[in-house]
């Protein structure tokens, strides 16, 4: 009996199975053992070449390549970083007042939130370019009318990623917050009423009752948008191909320009290897501190 | 008539309409290029007017912005699928021949173009004595300056020196207006390296000598403090520079609106230029680049564009492919003995290479702001054409761009520039 449910689970699935294989383990696979390979992405794999550690000693040292992989990676770990210390804390404040049903505009404002996430990025991307343009942009034009100079926007090293990211707030807030509101309607109305008749105010009632039941909705949050940022591509192809002077230059679009427009496919892979690396230690770190939080 | 009867006469009628269905049967090619969308409906036109000629062959258009040329032309182009044609910039031709991305031009086709084309072009869509294009546009560099802006100054004359060159430039700087005298680029690899490639041997100098980079020269060390000083003074303002995915953006919104007096740009530009200025195009006028204290006189820097051809693309597909290219270019297919080709190109202010092109356009060419570029373009020297040029290109990119923004001295931008360039060179030989 053990058996044939075995079996029959085993053939139930065998589908899922075999598709992720194929396309999800023998690509990362594939580019696992690349990173060991000096190989141009235009040859067959047979013309690989193993170099060992090779790749990995170019991307971390100091000639160009190892230059700009390490300001890509800095680059990714700070749009990545302000991306989410902005869009969790809008993402609560947002689901909050979106689930006071008695605030008015509060449907407006929840159509209006999740619409931007509903643009497509190449929309995305014209208009901002021209919002932030320097000498004809509203936003510079707006700031002027409150006595604010001329900012640069994308035409700075200093400003232009974390234009990026205000970019990337103003498009991914409203799908955040509908996954706050999705955790604020798991908690049970009888603790606000308890915590009511005990005389807690707003204040503490969101400090003890709402974040602390939040939290498992704020790491999925977290996560979910740790993934997102790092994956950032489009913003950087269409407004600012990584520059200036690489300040914008994220991961994801310079091994694309390393791995296909260059043909390094031993480089890039390498690269993208320790995005992966990356991205598993930051998600791993984060399910550590929080599962830590919740044993305390 | 029984349904059996109908049935055979239906059969045999089908099995004698199968080898004329087989004879007619169309070869379908496609044309990738960065063009804007006005030239790829004069590219399609051209295009139809050839499938009148030839039935039997369908060519269909397919545009990407400039930055995604490369990138499409490497992940499409090694498949049967991908596109059939390319238009490409000289740099990238070493390493697509390389990679066996593109394929040698039929004999007939390279003893036409060995024939009909300028020795110096054929040699830059050549890859060891091989052909593998056909040559179409050659650019070249040239000083841009506004005439108003000039006027308004006090500005007699366009500079002819690096020292008078400075001092236009602080001239026409005039920061409570948001007005630079020089406008750089950044963003952009050619938008950064070309000028200062221009500027560079200007000044009697090379980004590239027998295969090997002379970053480190003493015009190269000119060149670079050069930029520097334009950028401390204040007379080039690196916040006006920035261009992007499709060569366009604020410095080129900057020049169009007579916020920068003066820029390095190349005859290409005409169109946009034409585009966003209107009727004050008429303020724009060509000069030669200014020469250096170590230059003898004005240089500047040239490169070329081509087409193509698939090299894994079917039999047929190629063959399609060089009978179009052919006919594209050839005197037949445009107005006045000239190529459809050079048509297209000169609508938007590009210098065709063909020698009876530029004969057949002699004209145009006349005009005030391209024959600027035609004066200039018997001194101008080719960009290196040496594999990891793009690499190269954009390596001595970030440099520039680092110096423009005061991330790095002028003596540290040339020591970066010529380590990089050495280590990128070396490794792309090997």
């Known amino acids: 009996m053990a058996k044939a449910f075995r079996a029959s689970a085993g053939i139930m699935l065998a589908p899922a199975v075999t598709l992720i294989g194929v396309f999800v383990l023998v690509p990362m696979l594939l580019t696992i053992w690349l990173c060991f390979q000096d190989w141009s992405t235009q040859t067959p794999f047979s013309e690989a070449s193993f170099v060992g550690l090779g790749n990995f000693q170019e991307i971390f040292g100091s000639t160009s390549v190892g230059r700009d992989f390490k300001t890509a990676l800095l680059n990714t770990t700070i749009y990545t970083a302000l991306s989410v210390v902005l869009i969790l804390p809008l993402s609560v404040v947002f689901g909050l007042l979106v689930y006071q049903r008695d605030v008015a505009g509060g449907t407006a404002l929840r159509t209006v939130l999740f619409s931007t996430y509903m643009v497509p990025m190449i929309a995305v991307a014209l208009v901002w370019s021209k919002l932030y343009s320097p000498s004809e942009g509203p936003l510079n034009q707006m700031l002027g009318l409150v006595g604010i100079g001329p900012q640069p926007w994308l035409s700075s090293p200093r400003s232009a990623l974390v234009s990026i990211v205000l970019l990337n707030v103003w498009q991914q807030v409203g799908y955040f917050t509908v996954l706050a509101i999705a955790g604020l309607t798991q908690i049970p109305g009888s603790l606000y009423e308890a915590a009511t008749l005990d005389g807690a105010n707003g204040r503490e009632q969101f400090r003890f009752i709402t974040f602390p039941l939040l939290r498992r909705t704020l790491l999925f949050s977290a996560v979910i948008a740790i993934i997102n940022a790092v994956q950032v591509f489009e913003p950087v192809a269409l407004i600012t191909q990584g520059g200036p002077v690489g300040s914008t230059n994220v991961l994801t679009y310079h091994i694309r320009r390393v791995g296909i427009e260059r043909a390094q496919g031993g480089l890039g892979s390498a690269m993208a290897v320790m995005l992966m690396l990356s991205l598993m230690v930051c998600v791993s770190a984060l399910f550590a501190f929080v599962n830590r939080k919740d044993s305390e | 008539m029984s349904l059996a009867w109908i049935s055979k006469l239906a059969l045999a009628a089908g099995l004698i309409g199968l080898p004329a269905t087989g004879c007619a049967q169309s070869v379908n090619i496609s044309y990738l290029t960065h063009w804007s969308p006005e030239t790829v409906a004069l590219l399609e036109a051209a295009a139809k007017d050839f499938s009148k000629q030839n039935p039997d062959v369908a060519v269909t258009v397919r545009a990407v912005p400039f930055g995604d040329l490369l990138t499409t032309l490497r992940s499409q182009g090694g498949s049967s699928d991908g596109p059939t044609i390319g238009g490409i910039y000289d740099l990238w031709l070493p390493e697509l021949a390389k990679d066996k991305l ?28 091989t052909l593998y294009g056909i040559p179409n546009e050659i650019d070249v560099y040239a000083l841009n300056y506004n005439k108003e802006l000039f006027k308004a100054a006090g500005i007699a004359a366009p500079p002819k020196t690096w020292a008078e060159f400075k001092d236009v430039a602080a001239k026409l700087t ?257």
């Open chain 2, 102 to 129: 593109v394929a040698p031009a039929p004999d007939a086709v390279a003893s036409e173009v060995k024939s009909a084309w300028p020795a110096g072009v054929v040699s830059a869509a050549s890859v060891g004595g």
């Open chain 2, 174 to 430: 005039n920061k409570d207006k948001g007005q630079q005298g020089f406008g750089m680029i950044n963003s952009w690899a050619a938008g950064v390296v070309h000028p200062f490639a221009s500027l560079l041997v200007s000044n009697g100098g090379n980004l590239v000598k027998d295969g090997k980079p002379a970053l480190d020269s003493p015009q190269a060390g000119e060149t670079f403090a050069l930029y520097e000083d334009l950028i401390k003074s204040g007379a080039s303002v690196p916040a006006m520079a920035t261009a992007d995915a499709n060569t366009t953006g604020p410095f080129l919104d900057n020049f169009v609106s007579g916020k920068t007096g003066m820029i390095i740009m190349a005859n290409w530009w005409e169109s946009a230029l034409k585009t966003g200025m209107g009727d004050k195009f008429a303020n724009v006028a060509t000069a030669p680049i200014p020469v250096g204290p170590s230059g003898d006189k004005p240089h500047s820097i040239s490169y070329s564009w081509m087409t193509v051809v698939n090299a894994k693309a079917g039999e047929a597909e190629q063959k399609a492919a060089w009978q179009f290219l052919g006919w594209l270019n050839s005197p037949k297919s445009g107005k006045n003995g000239a190529s459809a080709m050079s048509d297209i190109l000169m609508s938007m202010g590009i210098l065709p290479s063909r020698s009876s092109d530029i004969e057949a356009h002699k004209d145009k060419l006349g005009s005030e702001f391209l024959s600027g570029y035609v004066s200039v373009l018997a001194d101008a020297r080719p960009f290196p054409v040496v594999l990891g040029g793009q690499e190269f290109s954009e390596s001595l990119q970030q440099t520039l761009e680092a110096l423009q923004y005061g991330q790095v001295s002028a003596k540290d931008a040339q020591a970066n520039a010529q380590a990089d360039a050495t280590s990128i060179l070396e490794r792309a030989a090997k």
